[in-house]
């Protein structure tokens, strides 16, 4: 076997890995964008999801991080933009490399979810980077996880899936501010962007 044949092989290979990924990432906003049609509090009509923005899908944003998942952790009142907050405990601390920089961020658990069928395996991952406020929503973006994904020590952390809070969207919604800790100080350029659309607040 040719070296040529080797690298045409292995460029192949990552290209048809690229065409996967993006339609995975194609398929989960479809998703995203069809929830929002289902849900009866919903901020966004049929007619609003042609203003939903996100960035292009993009594999170096998938990362790997090393779980320590947190015993006996204190749970406390996340607070919110607007209205009460709510009760969440610190579920692990993930640290990752992206980039090239070290990073770390807690994932959480919400306490009354944790009681709810079908969502007892719920973790909320909420996050601020330095594209906030410029291409996308000042207030943070978040991200879900399930207690499932974690595996041996580690998971993985899919920033092409990081979605604006309803906020983002609309007046009148109580969306938790991402701790001060789960700040990023990097740009993490995937996921949602800004809504395209003038938001009344």
């Known amino acids: 076997m040719t070296k040529y044949f080797l690298i045409l092989l292995m460029l192949t290979g990552l290209n048809s890995f690229g065409q996967d990924f993006k339609k995975q990432i194609a398929d989960y906003r479809k998703g995203y964008m069809d929830d929002f049609l289902k849900d009866a509090h919903s901020p966004l009509k049929k007619d609003d999801l042609q203003f939903l923005r996100f960035y292009d899908a993009d594999s170096t944003y998938r990362?790997?991080?090393?779980?320590?998942?947190?015993?006996?952790?204190?749970?406390?009142?996340?607070?919110?933009?607007?209205g009460t907050g709510s009760e969440y405990t610190p579920y692990a601390i993930l640290k990752f490399t992206l980039k090239g920089k070290p990073?770390?961020?807690?994932?959480?658990?919400?306490?009354?979810?944790?009681?709810?069928?079908?969502?007892?395996?719920?973790?909320?991952?909420?996050?601020?980077?330095?594209?906030?406020?410029?291409?996308?929503?000042?207030?943070?973006?978040?991200?879900?996880?399930?207690?499932?994904?974690?595996?041996?020590?580690?998971?993985?952390?899919?920033?092409?899936?990081?979605?604006?809070?309803?906020?983002?969207?609309?007046?009148?919604?109580?969306?938790?501010?991402?701790?001060?800790?789960?700040?990023?100080?990097?740009?993490?350029?995937?996921?949602?962007?800004?809504?395209?659309?003038?938001?009344?607040?």
């Open 63 to 82: 990362v790997t991080a090393q779980a320590t998942v947190q015993v006996n952790a204190q749970a406390f009142i996340m607070p919110v933009f607007s």
């Open 103 to 201: 990073l770390e961020l807690t994932v959480y658990k919400n306490t009354r979810l944790a009681n709810v069928p079908g969502y007892s395996d719920y973790l909320f991952l909420p996050f601020i980077d330095d594209t906030n406020g410029t291409t996308t929503y000042g207030g943070g973006r978040y991200i879900d996880l399930r207690t499932g994904d974690f595996k041996d020590g580690s998971v993985m952390i899919d920033f092409n899936k990081a979605y604006n809070p309803y906020c983002a969207f609309s007046a009148g919604y109580s969306c938790p501010k991402p701790p001060d800790g789960n700040r990023l100080t990097i740009a993490v350029e995937a996921g949602e962007k800004l809504f395209g659309k003038t938001v009344q607040h």
